[in-house]
């Protein structure tokens, strides 16, 4: 398949209007095409059309069992393929357009190949121009999961996605380097009211807690079933994802701990560091790559996957970085860099 490849301009959507015609044509008639959000690039196929659901999995390499998130402009579009509730309302009235997924139960009609055969299915109204009017112009909610192969990090820059895409989808959307970085919160609404938190993302625990007045609950998956006093938990393979070719390894510890550890190292070896940390390590023969501010963690957020395949390019024996506490957005740091690492954590003290 030979795959078109095209910048369009977020602030001049009116001059690219042709290109979005052709790309909602493209989702309209089963085909592919990769757009921006705001959170990761999606690999968008017409939600309503079985076939493109079962060219989207085999484009990424997906595992069947994975279901795909639907991706709409107003939160009411969810109503003829979803029972929408009272809650959702409430979080689309505060959140959406934005970076939040709500799982829903799914309506009869929905094509279970969207779902991965769960009878519930994953809403999000993404704020991105582009999105927006890609979705619009399409005329039917796109089905979209990240635009990476499966297993990989999530494209945050189209050229990412050309890495992994070209020649398997029919049209890449350039629209730029995305703001969040990191994928939408996913919650799912519980029958006592409160919300489960399945994935952390821009859109915090703090923030759903205060806002929306309702208790919400940390799945165990996201943060990892670490046992007390293990040193270093042993990976499985199944749960390696995001990931660099490298081994990545997660240093607990204090600034200080993380210098004395990295000056023993031996071999080519990256270092994710902190902006404040670039000057005190510079000496050491360890590559380092700034992933922002020590208490900047959007833009470490924003920074991360990018990091990862630029650190992956290079072909280090080892990469290390500074596990993140899970505060804020640190939540969807430490759930994606406990993936990344397979769950590799030294602690230094
Ligand atoms: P991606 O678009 O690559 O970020 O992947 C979509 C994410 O949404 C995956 O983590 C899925 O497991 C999750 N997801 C999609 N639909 C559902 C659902 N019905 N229930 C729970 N999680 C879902
Ligand atoms: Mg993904």
């Not at 909602?24 to 059309?49: H, K, M, Q, S």
């Not at 929306?212 to 940390?218: E, F």
């Not at 004395?260 to 080519?268: D, P, S, T």
Request: net charge negative; charged share 25%; proline share 7%.
């Amino acid at each position: 398949m030979q795959t078109e490849y095209i910048k369009v301009s977020a602030d001049d959507l009116e001059r690219d209007f042709s290109i979005l015609l052709r790309a909602g044509e493209i989702i309209r008639n089963g085909g592919l095409v990769v757009f921006p959000t705001e959170t990761v690039y999606g690999l968008g196929g017409n939600a309503l059309d079985a076939s493109a659901a079962e060219k989207i999995y085999a484009a990424k390499g997906r595992p069947a069992d994975n279901p795909l998130i639907v991706h709409i402009n107003e939160p009411q579009e969810a109503e003829p393929f979803a029972m929408t509730t009272p809650l959702y309302h409430r979080i689309a009235e505060a959140f959406m357009p934005g970076p939040i997924t709500v799982i829903l139960s799914a309506k009869e009609n929905l094509s279970r190949n969207v779902t991965a055969g769960l009878n519930t299915v994953a809403v999000r109204c993404p704020s991105h121009p582009v999105a927006r009017a890609l979705i619009r112009i399409a005329g039917v909610p796109i089905a979209a999961p990240s635009a990476n192969l499966s297993g990989s990090p999530s494209p945050t820059d189209a050229l990412h996605v050309k890495d992994d895409m070209d020649g398997r989808v029919h049209m890449i959307i350039d629209g730029g380097a995305c703001s969040c970085g990191v994928e939408s919160t996913i919650v799912k609404p519980e029958a006592d009211g409160t919300l489960l938190l399945l994935r952390p993302g821009f859109i915090t625990k703090e923030m759903l807690e205060e806002t929306l007045g309702v208790s919400v609950t940390v799945a165990p998956s996201v943060l990892g079933q670490l046992k007390e006093g293990e040193r270093v938990l042993s990976p499985g393979m199944k749960y390696r994802h995001y990931a660099p070719k490298a081994p990545l390894i997660l240093l607990d510890g204090s600034a200080k701990e993380r210098q004395y550890f990295l000056a023993e190292q031996k071999g080519r070896v990256a270092y994710l560091c902190y902006e404040e940390e670039k000057k005190a390590l510079a000496p050491l023969s360890v590559a380092l790559y700034v992933i922002g501010r020590e208490g900047d963690k959007e833009k470490q957020a924003q920074s991360l996957f990018r990091v990862l395949r630029d650190v992956d390019k290079e072909g280090y024996d080892t990469i290390f970085a500074p596990l993140p506490d899970t505060e804020g957005v640190g939540m969807a740091l430490y759930n994606r860099m406990i993936r990344a690492a397979a769950h590799h954590i030294q602690h230094l003290s």
